[in-house]
């Protein structure tokens, strides 16, 4: 039996692919075994170079996108605050990063007392933010992004990002080919009502502008016409046909402390999963597949009027 390469030890430019998504848009995906790890956007403007969430891959981002992606002055931008998508931020010292304050407030929080196994997300925040909000626009020079409001419904921190050159729309976990996890305890307003109502917001917000969605997990770039899928996903359930009660999904059991330890393995019994951990054993998670959508959600919070908004 073949032994298997340590990827760290390999060359910085062996250690991940890169994908052209459109001009000058490319998704970088890390070599390790956990299929469900994130995966950065790169958009490179005539001046600057956004990277559209660093990740938690175990290699340098940074480095790699100097050496292999582009020259340009590299800005960070942060689609949420959770360590998958945050905790390499760290590797861009000294270069803007662009966040929510809600966003900034979870990552100063999280990295303070971080969830049992999820230690390896508590890096350092060695950056001052550059604050955005809904209908902001950041200027890459000939290539501007605007920031899209997002509701949070997966994450309370949440924008997106539309590339107003090529039209690609950059979602976070509030949209993605995966599954969307809706259904966890950590929101008030994380009812499938209130998803659908933010997925038609965001819809007739980029109608006739976004030709392409680029999430960071399980597949980039998906077509705009899964917006409508998963709008009609969400109507599916509220109308009464129910999820499947088995929920596993390529997420449950992450622990970025295990990148390293191969082969990668998941035990059921060591769930880190916020969604799973908190709603396997009662009984409540179920998931709802419709036209190569997913979604996951809590089946005591379908609607608005199931949530205590007190």
């Known amino acids: 039996m073949s032994e298997k390469i340590n990827v760290l030890e390999l060359p910085i430019e062996k250690q991940f692919m890169k994908r052209l998504v459109k001009p000058d848009t490319w998704i ?3 070599f390790v075994e956990d299929c469900a790890a994130p995966h950065p956007h790169v958009v490179i403007g005539d ?5 559209v969430d660093t990740t938690d891959l175990p290699y340098n981002v940074r480095e790699y996108v100097e050496k292999c992606v582009t020259d340009k002055p590299l800005i960070v931008l942060c689609s949420h ?14 270069c803007p990063v662009y966040c929510t304050q809600i966003c900034w407030e979870e990552m100063q ?36 992004l605007e920031v899209i409001d997002f509701n949070g419904c997966h994450s309370a921190s949440s924008v997106a990002y539309l590339d107003l050159k090529y039209g690609c729309l950059f979602t976070g ?3 993605e080919g995966g599954q969307v996890l809706v259904g966890g305890a950590a929101s008030k307003l994380n009812s499938v009502e209130f998803y659908r109502d933010n997925l038609v917001k965001l819809r007739d917000t980029v109608a006739g502008r976004a030709t392409c ?9 998906l077509d705009p016409q899964t917006l409508d899928n998963m709008i009609e ?10 999820g499947m ?53 809590n089946r005591n919070r379908v609607f608005l009027k199931d949530l205590d908004l007190s």
């Open 28 to 30: 970088l995906n890390g």
């Open 47 to 51: 001046k600057y170079a956004a990277v």
């Open 81 to 94: 605050s959770h360590g998958d998508h945050t905790a390499n931020n760290y590797q861009f010292e000294g």
């Open 109 to 144: 929080a999280s990295r303070k007392n971080p969830r049992p196994g999820m230690e390896a997300w508590a890096t350092p925040l060695n950056y001052e933010p550059t604050i955005i909000k809904g209908g902001d626009i950041i200027d890459l020079g000939g290539r501007q």
């Open 173 to 175: 976990d509030e949209f």
């Open 213 to 221: 969605i680029c999430p960071p997990h399980n597949g980039s770039p």
């Open 233 to 242: 996903n969400c109507e599916r359930i509220m109308s009464g046909i129910p």
């Open 245 to 297: 009660e088995d929920v596993s999904s390529m997420s449950y059991g992450r622990n970025p402390q295990s990148y390293h330890n191969l082969p990668f393995t998941r035990d059921p019994d060591e769930i880190n999963d916020g969604m799973a951990r908190l709603e396997r054993g009662k009984g409540t998670a179920l998931r709802s597949e419709w036209k190569g959508t997913s979604i996951v959600y």
